[in-house]
């Protein structure tokens, strides 16, 4: 596919970031840290982390069942492999797209702009369920006292994120509430701009509020819920394997904490893969844990790399048993490019 001014951004950004991470950090040192790491604890944290896109499909199995019925466990399975291995080797973001795409190609009565709008519901419930964990990370007595993010506070941080839970869940509620008035008021805030692309965004919030049908039946919110609950666990349970594996001690509320950095951290324009920022949010993450440069580093690239592979490998193996071609889906992002949604793990 054609690299566009968002992928050329994108990797010189990573670069820039690598090269940061990189620059006080000795290769040698590195080097010296991972060989010495515990082979079984990275290999249990390889398959966690990996376990989690299971997870992750049969949560969005959930979120699609008021609107496309129960769709088989193996199509969605299979998508989200496919779209997390484009996302690692191909510019622009584009797993999602390819995700989508990937669900309609194996279940044909899915429409493109319903399965598009399912993913932006699915990192919705990301966004709730990350704050979520770190503002229980940073509640926790074992998080530095006088520690600051980004120049804010502990009682600052915890406030913010409980207000951002609250404002975000009540949104969504009144966008549910709201149905196809919020779709008629998003068509006509874009429709001086452009009436093509007010037709677009319309769509797109008819399909989207479609989506929040999961928000209608508290149980069935809650199953989601669920779902997102025991990803996110188990991914942080994988950071914290990884821990162990190269001697950092902090405690698991760690992980829960960092891998709220490095959510929001891999929505930033990034390479394939998300090199640079994955290194730079781990590297400040663990400072504040105490945690050196030289050992946050190599943590960094080991369960980066590691956790690379293997879905990766998944990923491009359900893509040629589809027989799908990246000009399939990277038509569909230049035609809509408004419904991409970003992308995290």
Do not use: C
Request: hydrophobic share 60%; aromatic share 10%.
């Amino acid at each position: 596919m054609k690299l566009d001014w968002r992928g050329a951004l994108g990797i010189a950004l990573s670069a820039a970031l690598l090269w940061w991470a990189l620059r006080e950090v000795s290769p040698a040192e590195v080097w010296r840290v991972l060989r010495a790491s515990n082979a079984l604890l990275f290999a249990a944290s390889t398959v966690a982390a990996t376990l989690i896109f299971p997870l992750r499909a049969r949560r969005w199995q959930s979120i699609l069942e008021p609107v496309a019925g129960r769709l088989p466990f193996a199509s969605l399975w299979h998508a989200t492999a496919i779209g997390m291995m484009a996302n690692n080797v191909l510019p622009a973001r584009i797993g999602e797209v390819a995700r989508a795409y990937a669900l309609t190609r194996e279940q044909p009565t899915v429409k493109f702009g319903t399965s598009i709008a399912s993913l932006a519901v699915d990192r919705l419930f990301d966004a709730i369920v990350l704050l979520g964990l770190m503002f229980l990370a940073v509640a926790d007595p074992a998080f530095p006292a006088n520690a600051t993010v980004a120049g804010r506070s502990l009682d600052q941080i915890a406030t913010v994120g409980m207000v951002s839970i609250a404002v975000l869940l009540v949104g969504l509620y009144g966008v549910v509430l709201l149905q196809d008035r919020a779709a008629q008021w998003a068509e006509a805030i874009v429709r001086p701009l452009s009436a093509r692309l007010a037709h677009t965004v319309g769509d797109l919030a008819r399909h989207f509020v479609h989506g929040l049908a999961v928000l209608r039946a508290p149980s069935r919110f809650l199953g989601v819920l669920f779902w997102a609950v025991a990803h996110w666990l188990m991914h942080a349970l994988a950071l914290w394997l990884a821990f162990r594996a190269v001697g950092i001690t902090a405690p698991f509320t760690a992980a829960l904490f960092l891998q709220g950095l490095l959510g929001f951290a891999v929505a930033l324009p990034s390479s394939p893969g998300f090199f640079g920022v994955f290194e730079v949010a781990a590297q400040y993450g663990l400072a504040i844990y105490g945690v050196p440069a030289s050992l946050a580093i190599s943590w960094a690239i080991g369960y980066h790399l590691l956790s690379f592979i293997p879905i990766t490998l998944l990923g491009a193996m359900y893509f040629a048993r589809l027989g799908l071609h990246v000009r399939d889906f990277s038509g569909r992002a230049r035609e809509e490019p408004e419904l991409v949604p970003g992308a995290q793990p």
